[in-house]
Protein backbone atom coordinates (compact mmCIF):
# COMPACT_ATOMS: atom_id res chain seq x y z
CA UNK A 1 0.00 0.00 0.00
CA UNK A 2 2.59 2.46 0.88
CA UNK A 3 4.83 1.98 -2.43
CA UNK A 4 1.50 2.59 -4.59
CA UNK A 5 0.79 5.81 -2.05
CA UNK A 6 4.70 6.83 -2.46
CA UNK A 7 4.29 6.94 -6.27
CA UNK A 8 0.71 9.22 -6.32
CA UNK A 9 2.54 11.54 -3.94
CA UNK A 10 5.68 11.82 -6.62
CA UNK A 11 2.78 12.41 -9.18
CA UNK A 12 1.10 14.72 -7.47
CA UNK A 13 2.92 16.57 -4.91
CA UNK A 14 5.34 19.12 -5.59
CA UNK A 15 9.29 18.32 -4.87
CA UNK A 16 10.71 20.74 -2.74
CA UNK A 17 14.18 19.80 -2.99
CA UNK A 18 14.41 20.38 -6.93
CA UNK A 19 13.48 23.98 -6.07
CA UNK A 20 16.21 24.64 -3.46
CA UNK A 21 13.70 24.90 -0.67
CA UNK A 22 15.66 25.91 2.62
CA UNK A 23 14.39 24.09 5.80
CA UNK A 24 14.82 26.99 7.87
CA UNK A 25 12.58 29.46 5.84
CA UNK A 26 9.67 26.81 4.78
CA UNK A 27 6.42 27.35 5.85
CA UNK A 28 4.48 25.19 7.92
CA UNK A 29 2.72 23.41 5.30
CA UNK A 30 5.45 23.21 3.40
CA UNK A 31 7.22 21.01 6.44
CA UNK A 32 4.18 19.14 6.75
CA UNK A 33 4.23 18.21 3.03
CA UNK A 34 7.98 17.39 3.64
CA UNK A 35 7.26 14.91 6.76
CA UNK A 36 4.30 13.39 4.77
CA UNK A 37 6.82 12.20 2.45
CA UNK A 38 9.41 11.55 4.34
CA UNK A 39 6.77 8.85 6.39
CA UNK A 40 5.13 7.29 3.11
CA UNK A 41 8.77 6.75 1.35
CA UNK A 42 10.43 5.62 4.40
CA UNK A 43 7.37 2.82 5.12
CA UNK A 44 7.63 2.14 1.05
CA UNK A 45 11.12 1.03 1.54
CA UNK A 46 10.85 -1.07 4.77
CA UNK A 47 8.11 -3.00 3.16
Known sequence: ??????QINKLIL????????DLGKAKKWKMAIIGYRYYVTSRALDY
Not at 1 to 6: D, S, V
Open 1 to 6: MFKILA
Open 14 to 21: PSFTKKGL
